[in-house]
């Protein structure tokens, strides 16, 4: 965590990419944006061996911002 601290993921210079799966609604999820520590993390979660990372995501439903959480876990899950 304290090597990506300040890093984020739309500021690399070669643009980068990765996959996680949301354990909480069953639903894959490609991060392009982010802390880049959180992005890395979620993607190398296995459920039994590291625990799934917390995530909190703002969605627009029926012209309303709703706050969703999960539990994000690696994107082979569901890729």
Known sequence: QETFARRRCEDM?????????????????????????RIIRASMSLVGFVPPLPHLEKRVEDGKFKVCSGLLVDGGYTN
């Open 13 to 37: 210079l070669v643009p980068f990419a990765c996959t996680s799966t949301d354990i909480l609604n069953f639903e894959a999820k490609s991060h392009r944006e982010g802390q880049l520590w």
